[in-house]
């Protein structure tokens, strides 16, 4: 089984609006990633949690605020966005963060964010 | 910075025929590659990693990988349809770690029946 889950599909909120992205893998990965991707644009970076810390974090606003519970699961918890935020929010999940192919990363269906 | 370079197509095949999809990028010190599948709308899906110059084949598909002139191509023969979708290059970034992949834009496949 090499699913990554993510809910919602698809969110809606204001810009003074408080939600929460949900990812959850149970494949026993150690990363796991949040990514954001605009249209026709590849997805790019935005944490790296790795054995449930924040490994990586490519200088993203803090209105993204990531949270990792158990190495299952990761959250992104998101405040006072702008409309530019809209975009496909993709979680990935990896074993680990070597150059084994057995760590490459498998991503989840996405969570499509607008930004009213 | 580490750069990925692909030509962003389309690139429009007749169904039946080899699709060329190429990659160049800047560090020659990059180890590891992959190809990603994304259709339109949805997540990437990995279609190959490749580590070691030379080819590398999973069923319709062909990774080649040529360190010297620093480059990376996908094959994927017997182009079908349901190949039509944008295919992403990426490789480690910064510190060699697969956990900030870079990726290129991505070249948008056509296969035409």
């Known amino acids: 089984d090499t699913e990554v889950t993510q809910t919602p599909k698809h969110l809606v909120m204001g810009m003074t609006n408080k939600k929460s992205l949900k990812c959850e893998q149970h494949m026993g990965h150690r990363a796991m990633y949040w990514y954001k991707q605009k249209a026709k644009k590849p997805p790019e970076l935005m944490f790296v949690y790795s054995y449930e810390k924040l490994s990586i974090n490519e200088s993203v606003p803090s209105r993204f605020s990531p949270e990792c519970p158990n190495s299952s699961l990761l959250n992104l918890h998101l405040h006072a966005l702008q409309p530019e935020d809209s975009a496909l929010y993709l979680c990935?999940?990896?074993f680990g963060l070597g150059l084994a192919g057995t760590d490459t990363q498998y991503f989840g269906p996405g969570t499509r964010l607008t930004v009213l | 910075q580490k750069e990925v370079e692909q030509n962003s197509g389309p690139l429009s095949v007749p169904e039946g025929a080899i699709a060329s999809l190429n990659c160049t990028y800047s560090?020659?010190?990059?180890?590891?590659f992959f190809w990603y599948r994304q259709y339109s709308g949805k997540s990437p899906e990995l279609i190959m990693f490749?580590?070691?110059?030379g080819d590398k084949e999973d069923g319709r598909f062909t990774a080649q990988l040529n360190k010297a002139s620093q480059y990376v191509s996908l094959l994927i023969r017997d182009s079908q349809p349901s190949d039509s979708a944008t295919y992403l290059c990426?490789?480690?970034?910064?510190?060699?770690?697969?956990?900030?992949?870079?990726f290129g834009k991505g070249t948008k496949l056509s296969v035409k029946p």
């Open positions: 990935a999940s990896s």
């Open positions: 990426a490789l480690p970034g910064e510190g060699g770690s697969q956990g900030n992949l870079i």
């Open positions: 560090d020659r010190g990059s180890q590891s």
């Open positions: 490749i580590y070691s110059n």
